[in-house]
């Protein structure tokens, strides 16, 4: 049994309440626009394995650093994660295939800045949009998800609001 911790679009944003609510996570996972590097050095001091994809906005060491797309199991779970992706009934082109060929039963995926947990019946996935953690965008709301993952099962899944997003 595994505690994943989501994030994405934290557009170089370290909140320190990111440590608090991934404490208990065995992973966390970001799914782009990552920003700066450290980011990522904080959540490695917080959790035993970080992984992450780079998004649109990423450069230099944060797009060398990371792939554009993971595919990896957990727990007996194929994960897909990608920033865009998209979402069940509108994928961003090409990701149908992606996700049928890399036999994902979880698809996690940023960009759009909004919070989406949607399953999707014609390929049997669970897709997952954590929203945004950074200061950078026009959404309302920065948010974390968290969930289990254990031996093929996905469940206890938790939304965190980290409160109104302010320009």
Do not use: Q
């Amino acid at each position: 049994m595994k505690r994943i911790g989501l994030l994405s679009d934290t557009h170089s944003c370290w909140d320190d309440r990111f440590a608090r609510h991934f404490k208990d996570c065995d992973e966390v996972w970001h799914a782009g626009d990552i920003g700066c590097i450290d980011v990522i050095r904080h959540l490695e001091e917080v959790v035993p394995v970080v992984r992450a994809v780079k998004g649109n906005i990423d450069s230099g060491i944060v797009a060398r650093s990371f792939p554009a797309e993971s595919v990896f199991t957990v727990e007996n779970v194929p994960v897909y994660l990608t920033h865009i992706g998209g979402y069940p009934g509108r994928y961003s082109p090409g990701i149908t295939r992606r996700l049928i060929d890399s036999h994902a039963r979880l698809f996690v995926c940023g960009h759009s800045h909004i919070l989406k947990v949607m399953f999707d019946r014609e390929l049997d996935i669970l897709h997952i949009n954590p929203g945004a953690a950074g200061h950078h965008g026009w959404h309302k709301e920065r948010t974390l998800i968290k969930l289990t993952l254990d031996n093929g099962d996905m469940r206890d899944l938790e939304v965190i609001e980290l409160g109104k997003f302010k320009i």
